[in-house]
Every structure is written in C-alpha cells, then in structure tokens.
C-alpha cells in the first residue's frame, strides 16, 4: 500500500513452554496506516502486541518496530511508541495540566518541548478551560481525546489503541475517529486492537488471529467481499474460531 | 398486557451530577428490552434502583407488580442479576459459584437445571476450574447460570458483553433468544449500538435522559432526512472536503464510508463534480437506511 514499512513481522513464533501463542506471524504495517489487529480472546494478540512494544521477547523469527530490533533495541522501540487503552491512559486524581506534564516527563521530552505541545494540545482540543481541572471532574468523551492526545504527545512513530472508542458516545466518537484519521495523515501508524468489529470497519487494513495464526489480513472491503458478507462482524464470526 | 417494570419519573442525582433525569418507561413481560447509551449515561443507577439496591430521590419503581421501596425483600427473590463485574468468586470453581448461588436462594442446581442446561453445558466440563482461571466467554456462561439458577421472572444482565470478543457476543445473545420460551423478562444494558436489533424494544439513553424508546426497526425509521455514504481512499480529506461543501448538512465518518444529510434533503448531483474539483476523483455515494447509531446521533444533536 504505501512504502514505508514501521513495523515488519517475519515467521514470529513466541512460546510459552510447550504453548504456541505466536505461530510463525507474518505481516508488515506502513506509516500513517490503521491497522486493526483482531481475534477472539486467547488468539494471541496480547502476546504480539506485547513483542511488538518491546515488553517482551520472540521466541524465534524477525521483528522490526519503527527500524529497531524486538530482541535488542526494546528500549528504542519503547521511546517511539504511544499507548492507550480505554479503561486507563490518564491520571484521574491529576489534572490536565499535571498528566501533560507527567507523561511529557517520562518520554523524555525537554521542558520547553513540553511547554509547546501543552500550549498546542490544549488550543487544538479547546480544552483551554480544563487546564487545572482535575481528570475525574471531565465528562468521559473529554477524558478520552485528552488520552489519546497525550499517547502521542512525544510524535511516536507508532501508537497502540485497545478498544479506543469502547462506551462513548456517537458524537465523541466521530471526533475521536477524526483525531485518528488526522494524526495517521500526518504520518503516525495507528495499530487498534478491539472485539467491537464496528471499530475494525474504520481501519485501512485488519488481521485477524485464530489459536496464535493470522487467518485473514486485507482491507475490511476486500474481506467483506471475499466471505460475502456485509459485516466485518460476520466475517469475524465465520473465520476467529476454528 | 401485563407490565413487568413500571417506571415514573424516576430521579437520581450524585452530587452535581443527575445520573437519571425524569425517567418514565414500561417494559412488558417476556419482552428483551435493551438500554443502549454510552458510559454515564446512567445505565447502571437504572439498574440498581429496578434491583432494590438504590433508591430513586423521587419517583416510584414498580417491579413484576411490586414497590422497589417497600416491597424489596419479595422482589429480590424474583429478580437475577448480572451487574457489570465481580459478580463471580475467582477463588471457587464453577461448580462451588453455582452451587453457593443455588443455596444463596433456597433452592438446588438439579431443581431448576433444565432452565440453564443449555448454557452450562458448555462449561460444565471445566468446573472443576476455579472461576477466576476461565476465559472471558466462560465466565460471561458462568455468571448468566447463577443468574438464572433460582429461576427469576426478571433478569437483569448489566453490561454482559463488554469485553468479550464477537463470537462469544453472538453466542450470547442466541442464548438470551433461548430463554424467551421460559417467560422470563429480560433487560439487558449496552454501549453498542449494533446490539439493538437483538433487542424487543430499546431505550437509548443519554445524560440520565431517554431520548427514544420504541422498537429497533421503528427508531430506525424515525431517522429524519435522507441519508447518503460517501466512500473515498482517502477518508479524512473526505470528511474535511464534504463540510466544507454548503449544501451538507452533517457529515459522520462511520466505519469505511462517511454518512451524509443534504440541507434540501436530496443529493446534490453537483458533489461529484465538487469533490473531483477538490481532488477527490474516486468518490462513490450511494443512499442507504439509517441504522441505530446515526438515529442517536441525530437525537443527540436536537438535544444540544
């Protein structure tokens, strides 16, 4: 699809004693592209996505996150990615500003960097009003594009996003997508982990995984069409389980 | 038709927040009635105060014929619930929850086994297995069991789907379809819109408010303009070129397409010239029937 490749997986296998969680994964994700990472709960997506942010080892095979090696250079995959999930992303007893602050500080970022992207975040969400307000006083939709703003706060090569639009409402939700649509736009790889499949139908490319193997990896339209039906869902539902 | 919730304008405020604002609805028995909002829409107060776990600050809840104030201890032995957590011991096995539940209302898995068997069997050949070691989709059949073991007239299932992945979701809705034939009433809560259709009637719910309450098809049909997809490669210049355009009205980016609504409610056959003009050369636009969610988000939109 477009050139260049942020995260290439080749013949990944990850065991766990004699349990195959990853068995030989093959699969490339570009820069700026929406990846949906599927499968059914212990298909092995968590151990991948644990390989792919540097948390954890292959067992064997070859893994390239944002050009830096999965069995050496995990701490330069760590500095170039972003992650948020739905259920915790942000300190709830700190407010916007102090959450901004706290993450800037851990990714490494100077404080005047910090300084600039808080100023720019903030115009950018219209959160002007929010600055010193606490993370639990925020109304939920507020919460979460302030959680995604700050995954990639330090412009990670790549950011993770479980479930990122799970329980919020139509309208937030909308914007929240458009947030995404931006920053992939700008370059930033987006890679979704979620069970909702309506989530899946917004991504550019999905895979999905069944018992440690990618069974299915295209766009949701060429998918749709070629199991013949009209629902990423029920494509899910004929293939995640064997 | 006989009522089996009764609710008038039920009231519950937390502080500053109104978690439920005048709410008013009835649900018949052995009706599947769905409330689908998003977090905070209030689901969970509703759900406690149909329970007996929490009383309304006004209004009055009447529950399979009885008051949830006065009448709470009667009730609770007719009701199942499965609230949104914890609602298994992780530290028992399968078959200690089920049976500590059984006992907990006075009676004894084989007296009403038939009513779960078909969703037990799917896990009885693990329960041995401590609850707390089963797989999302396990425990989801563990809970709806104890749930069901003393054979409630209503069962309330608070966010049962959360977390699990699509196959377990599909299974578990076919199940709730099973239970009909034994006359339970079931009210089940959800932040998924595409669940609705599972459902007899839904509410949707926003801020502590219903904003429609009727049958899935029927708050379809009540979506009020004609609505067009627009498909492009490129989706986000897509959504940003379509609201430049005048004569749009809302322009939603849903899943790979953009829904639109045209300000005299018919396509504009100058969009494609438009887009082309912007770059856009690939557009495809097709009318199709407004689904659950874009009704949402036009209620929503007339509530602002």
């Given at each position: 699809m477009m050139g260049n490749k942020v995260i290439t997986v080749r013949n990944l296998v990850k065991k766990f004693g004699s349990f195959v969680a990853n068995d030989n994964l093959n699969f490339e994700v570009s820069a700026g592209e929406i990846f949906g990472f599927l499968?059914?709960?212990?298909?092995?997506?968590?151990?991948?996505?644990?390989?792919?942010?540097?948390?954890?080892?292959?067992?064997?095979?070859e893994v390239k996150?944002?050009?830096?090696?999965a069995y050496r250079q995990t701490e330069n995959i760590k500095k170039n990615i972003g992650y948020m999930c739905q259920k915790f992303s942000l300190y709830e007893d700190l407010t916007v500003k102090e959450n901004i602050v706290l993450f800037g500080g851990i990714y490494g970022m100077s404080k005047s960097l910090i300084r600039e992207r808080l100023v720019e975040l903030l115009a950018n969400l219209r959160f002007q009003e929010y600055e010193n307000r606490i993370i639990s006083d925020l109304p939920l939709g507020l919460r979460q594009k302030l959680a995604f703003s700050v995954a990639v706060l330090h412009e990670p090569r790549i950011v993770f996003l479980d479930e990122p639009t799970g329980g919020v409402d139509p309208i937030t939700r909308r914007q929240f997508w458009e947030m995404i649509y931006e920053k992939a736009a700008s370059g930033i790889t987006v890679f979704v982990t979620t069970h909702y499949m309506d989530e899946a139908e917004y991504c550019d490319r999905i895979s999905i995984m069944s018992e440690g193997k990618i069974v299915a990896l295209d766009s949701p339209e060429k998918l749709k069409k070629q199991y013949n039906a009209p629902t990423v869902e029920e494509v899910f539902i004929k293939i995640a389980r064997p | 038709m006989l009522k089996a919730i009764e609710s008038s304008e039920i009231t519950k405020t937390f502080g500053a927040t109104k978690a439920l604002d005048n709410i008013s609805f009835s649900v018949n028995e052995s009706e599947v009635f769905g409330f689908i909002g998003p977090?905070?829409?209030?689901?969970?107060?509703?759900?406690?105060?149909?329970?007996?776990?929490?009383?309304?600050?006004?209004?009055?809840?009447k529950v399979?014929?009885?008051?949830?104030?006065?009448?709470?201890?009667?009730?609770?032995?007719n009701i199942g619930y499965m609230p949104g957590r914890f609602s298994l011991y992780q530290d028992l096995s399968v078959e200690e929850n089920l049976n500590f539940y059984a006992t907990v209302?006075?009676?004894?898995?084989?007296?009403?086994y038939e009513l779960i068997s078909d969703i037990y069997s799917h896990i009885e050949p693990f329960k041995k297995r401590l609850a707390g070691k089963l797989s999302g989709g396990m425990?989801?059949?563990?809970?709806?069991?104890?749930?069901?073991?003393?054979?409630?007239?209503?069962?309330?299932?608070?966010?049962?789907?959360?977390?699990?992945?699509?196959?377990?979701?599909?299974?578990?809705?076919?199940?709730?379809g099973k239970l009909r034939q034994h006359n339970i009433t079931i009210i089940v809560s959800t932040p998924y819109m595409d669940e609705a259709i599972r459902c007899d009637k839904v509410a949707l719910l926003q801020n502590g408010r219903i904003l429609s309450i009727d049958t899935p098809q029927k708050i379809r049909a009540g979506?009020?303009?004609?609505?067009?997809?627009?498909?492009?490669?490129?989706?986000?210049r897509l959504i940003k070129?379509?609201?430049?355009?005048?004569?749009?009205?809302?322009?939603?980016?849903?899943?790979?397409?953009?829904?639109?609504?045209f300000i005299n409610n018919t396509l504009d056959n100058c969009l494609f010239e438009y887009l082309a003009k912007e770059g856009i050369g690939d557009a495809v636009i097709q009318e199709l029937e407004a689904g659950i969610e874009d009704r949402f988000l036009e209620l929503m939109n007339k509530e602002r």
């Amino acid at each position: 699809m477009m050139g260049n490749k942020v995260i290439t997986v080749r013949n990944l296998v990850k065991k766990f004693g004699s349990f195959v969680a990853n068995d030989n994964l093959n699969f490339e994700v570009s820069a700026g592209e929406i990846f949906g990472f599927l499968g059914a709960n212990g298909a092995g997506k968590t151990t991948t996505i644990r390989i792919l942010s540097g948390l954890s080892k292959p067992t064997s095979g070859e893994v390239k996150v944002a050009g830096f090696d999965a069995y050496r250079q995990t701490e330069n995959i760590k500095k170039n990615i972003g992650y948020m999930c739905q259920k915790f992303s942000l300190y709830e007893d700190l407010t916007v500003k102090e959450n901004i602050v706290l993450f800037g500080g851990i990714y490494g970022m100077s404080k005047s960097l910090i300084r600039e992207r808080l100023v720019e975040l903030l115009a950018n969400l219209r959160f002007q009003e929010y600055e010193n307000r606490i993370i639990s006083d925020l109304p939920l939709g507020l919460r979460q594009k302030l959680a995604f703003s700050v995954a990639v706060l330090h412009e990670p090569r790549i950011v993770f996003l479980d479930e990122p639009t799970g329980g919020v409402d139509p309208i937030t939700r909308r914007q929240f997508w458009e947030m995404i649509y931006e920053k992939a736009a700008s370059g930033i790889t987006v890679f979704v982990t979620t069970h909702y499949m309506d989530e899946a139908e917004y991504c550019d490319r999905i895979s999905i995984m069944s018992e440690g193997k990618i069974v299915a990896l295209d766009s949701p339209e060429k998918l749709k069409k070629q199991y013949n039906a009209p629902t990423v869902e029920e494509v899910f539902i004929k293939i995640a389980r064997p | 038709m006989l009522k089996a919730i009764e609710s008038s304008e039920i009231t519950k405020t937390f502080g500053a927040t109104k978690a439920l604002d005048n709410i008013s609805f009835s649900v018949n028995e052995s009706e599947v009635f769905g409330f689908i909002g998003p977090d905070g829409a209030g689901k969970t107060t509703l759900f406690r105060i149909i329970t007996t776990l929490m009383l309304p600050d006004e209004g009055t809840m009447k529950v399979l014929g009885m008051d949830c104030k006065s009448e709470y201890k009667e009730l609770r032995k007719n009701i199942g619930y499965m609230p949104g957590r914890f609602s298994l011991y992780q530290d028992l096995s399968v078959e200690e929850n089920l049976n500590f539940y059984a006992t907990v209302f006075g009676t004894t898995v084989e007296e009403n086994y038939e009513l779960i068997s078909d969703i037990y069997s799917h896990i009885e050949p693990f329960k041995k297995r401590l609850a707390g070691k089963l797989s999302g989709g396990m425990k989801q059949k563990l809970a709806l069991s104890c749930a069901l073991i003393h054979k409630p007239r209503l069962l309330v299932l608070d966010e049962p789907t959360t977390g699990v992945d699509a196959v377990s979701r599909s299974e578990f809705w076919d199940m709730l379809g099973k239970l009909r034939q034994h006359n339970i009433t079931i009210i089940v809560s959800t932040p998924y819109m595409d669940e609705a259709i599972r459902c007899d009637k839904v509410a949707l719910l926003q801020n502590g408010r219903i904003l429609s309450i009727d049958t899935p098809q029927k708050i379809r049909a009540g979506f009020s303009r004609k609505l067009f997809a627009v498909k492009s490669v490129e989706k986000y210049r897509l959504i940003k070129t379509l609201r430049k355009n005048p004569e749009i009205l809302t322009a939603y980016p849903f899943g790979d397409s953009v829904h639109v609504t045209f300000i005299n409610n018919t396509l504009d056959n100058c969009l494609f010239e438009y887009l082309a003009k912007e770059g856009i050369g690939d557009a495809v636009i097709q009318e199709l029937e407004a689904g659950i969610e874009d009704r949402f988000l036009e209620l929503m939109n007339k509530e602002r």
